[in-house]
Protein backbone atom coordinates (compact mmCIF):
# COMPACT_ATOMS: atom_id res chain seq x y z
CA UNK A 1 0.00 0.00 0.00
CA UNK A 2 0.83 3.42 -0.84
CA UNK A 3 0.25 6.09 1.40
CA UNK A 4 0.56 9.71 -0.56
CA UNK A 5 0.93 12.85 1.54
CA UNK A 6 0.57 16.92 -0.08
CA UNK A 7 1.77 19.57 1.09
CA UNK A 8 2.73 23.33 0.18
CA UNK A 9 -0.89 24.40 -0.64
CA UNK A 10 -1.86 28.05 -0.22
CA UNK A 11 -2.73 31.32 -1.06
CA UNK A 12 -0.61 33.30 -3.59
CA UNK A 13 -1.14 36.41 -5.78
CA UNK A 14 -1.50 36.29 -9.37
CA UNK A 15 2.21 35.79 -10.91
CA UNK A 16 3.67 34.34 -7.95
CA UNK A 17 5.26 30.79 -7.00
CA UNK A 18 4.33 27.40 -4.85
CA UNK A 19 6.28 24.57 -4.39
CA UNK A 20 4.09 21.55 -3.99
CA UNK A 21 5.47 18.57 -1.89
CA UNK A 22 3.99 14.85 -2.14
CA UNK A 23 5.80 12.53 0.26
CA UNK A 24 5.31 9.09 -0.27
CA UNK A 25 5.14 5.94 2.66
CA UNK A 26 6.82 3.50 0.45
CA UNK A 27 9.96 1.61 0.17
CA UNK A 28 10.01 1.42 -3.08
CA UNK A 29 9.54 4.94 -4.35
CA UNK A 30 11.84 4.97 -7.08
CA UNK A 31 9.47 1.98 -8.50
CA UNK A 32 6.94 4.02 -9.07
CA UNK A 33 5.88 7.04 -11.52
CA UNK A 34 4.56 10.40 -10.12
CA UNK A 35 2.18 12.52 -11.16
CA UNK A 36 0.37 15.54 -10.42
CA UNK A 37 -3.40 16.46 -11.26
CA UNK A 38 -5.74 19.31 -9.91
CA UNK A 39 -9.71 19.88 -9.90
CA UNK A 40 -11.15 23.05 -9.53
CA UNK A 41 -14.92 23.37 -8.79
CA UNK A 42 -17.31 21.92 -11.13
CA UNK A 43 -14.77 20.93 -13.65
CA UNK A 44 -13.16 17.76 -14.44
CA UNK A 45 -9.68 16.61 -13.07
CA UNK A 46 -6.70 16.74 -15.13
CA UNK A 47 -3.01 16.31 -15.06
CA UNK A 48 -0.54 18.90 -14.62
CA UNK A 49 3.04 17.05 -14.92
CA UNK A 50 4.20 13.52 -14.89
CA UNK A 51 7.72 12.20 -14.02
CA UNK A 52 8.65 8.46 -14.64
CA UNK A 53 10.44 6.66 -12.61
CA UNK A 54 14.37 7.90 -12.78
CA UNK A 55 12.94 11.51 -13.19
CA UNK A 56 14.96 11.48 -17.04
CA UNK A 57 11.08 11.93 -18.72
CA UNK A 58 8.04 14.22 -17.89
CA UNK A 59 5.29 15.36 -19.66
CA UNK A 60 2.73 18.52 -19.21
CA UNK A 61 -0.18 20.17 -20.76
CA UNK A 62 0.23 22.56 -23.06
CA UNK A 63 -1.53 24.90 -20.52
CA UNK A 64 1.18 24.86 -17.88
CA UNK A 65 4.00 23.90 -20.44
CA UNK A 66 6.84 26.85 -19.33
CA UNK A 67 5.00 27.35 -16.08
CA UNK A 68 5.14 24.18 -14.07
CA UNK A 69 8.07 22.12 -13.39
CA UNK A 70 7.97 18.48 -11.51
CA UNK A 71 10.87 16.52 -10.18
CA UNK A 72 11.57 14.01 -7.47
CA UNK A 73 13.91 13.08 -4.72
CA UNK A 74 13.89 9.38 -4.94
CA UNK A 75 16.17 9.20 -1.54
CA UNK A 76 13.58 11.24 0.35
CA UNK A 77 10.52 9.37 -0.90
CA UNK A 78 9.40 12.97 -1.97
CA UNK A 79 8.15 14.12 -5.13
CA UNK A 80 7.56 18.16 -5.95
CA UNK A 81 5.73 20.33 -8.34
CA UNK A 82 7.16 24.30 -8.46
CA UNK A 83 4.73 26.35 -10.02
CA UNK A 84 5.72 29.68 -11.25
CA UNK A 85 3.28 32.92 -12.96
CA UNK A 86 0.33 31.25 -11.67
CA UNK A 87 -3.14 32.60 -12.83
CA UNK A 88 -6.40 32.57 -10.88
CA UNK A 89 -7.45 29.90 -13.22
CA UNK A 90 -4.80 27.62 -11.84
CA UNK A 91 -7.12 27.79 -8.83
CA UNK A 92 -7.82 24.35 -7.64
CA UNK A 93 -6.97 21.48 -5.20
CA UNK A 94 -3.76 19.63 -6.57
CA UNK A 95 -3.46 15.49 -6.27
CA UNK A 96 -0.27 13.62 -6.09
CA UNK A 97 -0.79 10.16 -8.01
CA UNK A 98 1.72 7.22 -7.95
CA UNK A 99 1.67 3.92 -9.72
CA UNK A 100 4.24 1.57 -11.21
CA UNK A 101 3.34 2.37 -14.83
CA UNK A 102 4.11 5.72 -16.41
CA UNK A 103 1.68 5.30 -19.18
CA UNK A 104 -0.87 4.76 -16.57
CA UNK A 105 -0.26 8.03 -14.63
CA UNK A 106 -0.65 10.01 -18.40
CA UNK A 107 -3.92 7.65 -18.50
CA UNK A 108 -4.93 9.05 -15.68
CA UNK A 109 -5.22 6.00 -14.02
CA UNK A 110 -2.88 5.48 -11.78
CA UNK A 111 -3.74 3.71 -8.49
CA UNK A 112 -2.51 5.57 -5.41
CA UNK A 113 -4.02 9.18 -5.22
CA UNK A 114 -3.54 11.68 -1.64
CA UNK A 115 -5.80 13.78 -0.58
CA UNK A 116 -4.82 17.06 -1.94
CA UNK A 117 -3.66 20.29 -1.18
CA UNK A 118 -5.84 23.41 -1.80
CA UNK A 119 -4.13 26.26 -4.50
CA UNK A 120 -6.03 29.71 -4.14
CA UNK A 121 -4.75 32.23 -6.65
CA UNK A 122 -5.92 35.89 -6.35
CA UNK A 123 -6.11 38.57 -8.85
Known amino acids: QVQLVESGGGLVQAGGSLRLSCAASVRTFSSFAMGWFRQAPGKERELVAAINRSGQTTYYPGFVKGRFSISRDNAKNTAYLQMNSLKPEDTAVYYC????????????????WGQGTQVTVSS
Open 97 to 112: NADLEFGKILGERGDY
